[in-house]
């Protein structure tokens, strides 16, 4: 019904910046809370960033806050991860996910997204 597709992914170095995109498909996309997550090998995944249906509420995890920009551009169908500063830390495979939901709250738990992309991969060298 809603179909996520990552792009932007790649190898950089540290202190490098790398903007991640997803593009929506199917349903409308200005239905959905939008979010970021990444998993690295043998790891939980872990939320990253979400950004409600309007961008009235943005909501960054602890470890990417004042280094990432999460934002939408209803109009495209997209919301875009800008990622600044980064450290071998980040590396790991990052997934677009989208919540349906009216409420305006940004789910951290990966269990409560609805559809998600296939993941792109972030590789950060020191």
């Given at each position: 019904?809603?179909?996520?597709?990552?792009?932007?992914?790649?190898?950089?170095?540290?202190?490098?910046?790398?903007?991640?995109?997803?593009?929506?498909?199917?349903?409308?996309?200005?239905?959905?809370?939008?979010?970021?997550?990444?998993?690295?090998?043998?790891?939980?995944?872990?939320?990253?960033?979400?950004?409600?249906?309007?961008?009235?509420?943005?909501?960054?995890?602890d470890s990417v806050k004042g280094r990432f920009?999460?934002?939408?551009?209803?109009?495209?169908?997209?919301?875009?991860?800008?990622m600044n500063s980064l450290e071998p830390e980040?590396?790991a495979v990052y997934y677009c996910a989208a919540?349906?939901?009216?409420?305006?709250?940004?789910?951290?738990?990966?269990?409560?997204?609805?559809?998600?992309?296939?993941?792109?991969?972030?590789?950060?060298?020191?």
């Amino acid at each position: 019904q809603v179909q996520l597709v990552e792009s932007g992914g790649g190898l950089v170095q540290a202190g490098g910046s790398l903007r991640l995109s997803c593009a929506a498909s199917g349903r409308a996309f200005s239905s959905y809370v939008m979010g970021w997550f990444r998993q690295a090998p043998g790891k939980e995944r872990e939320f990253v960033a979400g950004i409600t249906r309007s961008g009235g509420i943005i909501r960054y995890g602890d470890s990417v806050k004042g280094r990432f920009t999460i934002s939408r551009d209803n109009g495209k169908n997209t919301v875009y991860l800008q990622m600044n500063s980064l450290e071998p830390e980040d590396t790991a495979v990052y997934y677009c996910a989208a919540d349906y939901t009216t409420l305006p709250v940004v789910n951290t738990s990966p269990d409560r997204m609805d559809y998600w992309g296939q993941g792109t991969q972030v590789t950060v060298s020191s």
